[in-house]
């Protein structure tokens, strides 16, 4: 188990940050969804061969259940390679000024990535943030901070612990 540190603690992002950053991550998928089956549609228009077209056409047959199931395998992709990529930061986590980081302070891996993503399709792991921390943030010993208050105080305390040392001009 990972050591847990305070400064990680008093820093959480609200639950409001947080509803702001799934809303925006949602809408923003939702949006990307839409524009590959319009560019899809553009391109069978404009090329006649209508691939994309009879691909939308039968994912739109296969039912709910599995509708569901894809998505949220899309999902997990998308938002794990974002997270990734730009450590940590989703684009509602960029609008709201929040990021992912390990309970001891430290940068996730890969792995705490994929793990923090993953648990994500657990069903009803969005109702878990009625409690202290979501599933996917205790499961994988993450946690979502307010990045301006958390480096705020790292550099105060850095101040701090400088006190008293010469400086070198």
Do not use: C
Request: overall charge positive; charged content about 25%; aromatic content about 16%.
């Amino acid at each position: 188990m990972r050591k847990y540190l305070q400064i990680v603690d008093r820093h959480r992002a609200t639950k409001g940050a947080r509803f702001v950053n799934i809303l925006i991550d949602r809408i923003t998928f939702n949006l990307l969804f839409f524009a590959a089956g319009f560019l899809g549609g553009i391109l069978d228009g404009i090329l006649g061969i209508y691939y994309f077209t009879k691909f939308f056409d039968q994912l739109s047959e296969l039912g709910k259940f599995a509708d569901i199931i894809i998505t949220s395998i899309i999902f997990f992709f998308y938002i794990f390679l974002i997270e990734y990529f730009t450590k940590g930061r989703s684009l509602g986590k960029f609008v709201t000024g929040t990021r992912v980081i390990m309970t001891d302070a430290a940068e996730p891996t890969i792995k705490d990535y994929f793990i923090r993503n993953i648990i994500r399709l657990v069903p009803f792991d969005a109702l878990s943030f009625f409690g202290q921390n979501g599933w996917h943030d205790s499961w994988s010993d993450t946690r979502v901070i307010d990045i301006k208050n958390y480096e705020a105080e790292k550099q105060t305390k850095s101040d701090i612990d400088s006190l008293g040392n010469k400086e070198i001009a």
